[in-house]
């Protein structure tokens, strides 16, 4: 197995265990939790790609991967600004009980 | 003659490390810098601790302690061994971990509030040709773990089950948050000039010296309002009064090492001052010309102890302003950050940008003076505005 | 590879197993702070070197920070007695097999994955200041506008609101 397939499984199990998190747990937080680990893997991958690809001096992989994590954490703090507005209104953060637009 | 001792650390480096076969060489050389660093560090921090409580006393009219010599001796030393019996009381002090603690995360914070703190040493230059990791990014990683260092301080409030603890985290991490951007935008303006995040090549480029007087940036107009943004930041930094709301004990007992005891209180202790020394210097290396000379008649002292001798200043300088000055609120404290130092770093920043575009001359200096005057004076104003200092009104009593 | 790679990798596995996998919130967020580390030194191993650093700044200082403040803010510290998996987490798990094992067998089986492994590209600060500012300005320059407008929103969407509260009430 070359480097970058060592490197793209480590990203794709890291991947399917942030997924996994965040389609099987109740707390909202925790799905922004699978959220941001999906994310890491996507710039992990992102990466392994420029730096095993074939042309690595054109640093586009790398700024790819800055953008991207400029925007994870924009979006993890919108999201986890939505969970605190969601919980002062239905007082529970259990995304099985938050499921109507009533109220 | 100088040279050799300007280089003497590093060629005892390659000489020990010539005893070993090639392959050998990079890791030893590393264990025996870490070594030293390990060694150093702890022993100013022990001093720091005595010349501290000594320079307290003396500010408040006292003395500090000046019995303790070397115990089981008969060295008097006017209270310099001070440490030594402190330290033994620290270790074998019985260690209580309260019943409702979270066992695994109460261990786990001072161990790591200690090691983001260590890596960070391992950018700073202390001299020529001496500095353990040369980054290219160095000062991004130095900021980088200094931001790491508030999962410890969250790790440890919460996991002690303690009202106050959690409160003093809350507003530690509070704290610390808000006075990182300024550090940072401070840092930003020498990133600018000097063109490089390398903090060997900062050093070098204040190297220079012009009728005698050395490049250093603090001898600039945007430096030196850089270098008193990134002071007060670095204060604000390592909970230091007048930013020690978050530990002072007569506000919040001692925040979030309320619960430790102990060896673990020790080394939260150890990881304060530690920070307090690292990002001293990282003030120097930006700032005041890390190992370099005032003065270009003084550049035979060798190149470390300038380096020592300017973060002895600069600890003298947190130690003065620690008895002088009255603490801050949190409320204060954070419109100071939000409200002035962060539009004032802003400002900086253009003002680098004017000094950098516009050609060497007496012109720049007046107009980058100027500029960073009316911004002083215009946020001043403004941060005092809702500030109504009269005859004193009492709400309920009468 | 290395060996020094394969520790990292498990770490940060363990790391995110945990995240997703422990009851009480805070030992979830904390071990996510472990897998970004791990994360961070193998971008360190891959030569990346100022994305790994910009990880630790950005990921373990900012977002596992926040992260622990709104777990705090939604009262969410306790660990919970009740169950922690969302109704029919079964066929979650299914998904994410199938989705790993899609994954896996492209990866392994993929001709886009080249053979020979280029030297160490050189991704000093110098060339990546150049390329933000040549080829790759007007993304800076959204990213730098989506912030704003990001940092804006949190902040309103997170306001208190005290009218609401207090309409109707007596005096």
Redesign the interface.
Known sequence: MTPLQTCLLVSALLFAVGFAGAVTRRHAILVLIGIELMLNAANLNLIAFWRFGPNPEALTGFIFVLFSMALAGAEAAVGLALVIAIYRHKKTSNLDEVKELKG | MFDKLDQIFVNALHWLASFLPEAWRPLVSALICIAVILVVFPTLFALVTVLERKGLGRIQNRYGPNRVGIPFTKIRLAGFGQFIPDGMKMLTKEDIVPRAA?KA?HFLAPVVLLIPILLAYSVLPFGRNMSIAD???GL??F???G??V??SV??AG?SSRNKYS?LGA?RA?AQM?SYEIPLILSAVTVVMIV???NLNEIVRHQDQFTFGIAHWHVFTPWGFVGFALFFIAALAESNRTPFDLPEAESEIIAGYFTEYSGFKFALFFLGEYLGMFAISGLGITLFLGGWTAPFSFLTWIPSWIWFFAKLLVIIFVFIWIRGTLPRLRMDQLMNFAWKFMLPLALVNILVAGVWHFMGAGALRWLVCSAIIFGAYAVLGRGLMHNQKLGKRIYKFAE | MSPFFIITAVVTLLGAVFAMSLRNL??CA?AM?VAF?GVAALYLQLDA??VG??E??VY???I??LI??AI?LTRS?ETPVKSVLTSGWWAGIAVTAMVFTTLGWAILNSSATPKEIPAAPVA???NLGDALMTKFVLPLEIVALVLTLAMIGAVLIALKEDKSENSGRKP
């Open positions: 979270d995360v980054y290219d990014a991004l990683f900021l980088a773990v931001g790491a508030e999962i969250f790790m919460w959690l809350m991490i948050v063109g490089s995040l | 805070v030992h904390l702070a580390s070197q100022f650093f910009a630790i700044l373990v200082g900012a596992a920070i622990v403040f705090l510290g000093t600060v110098k």
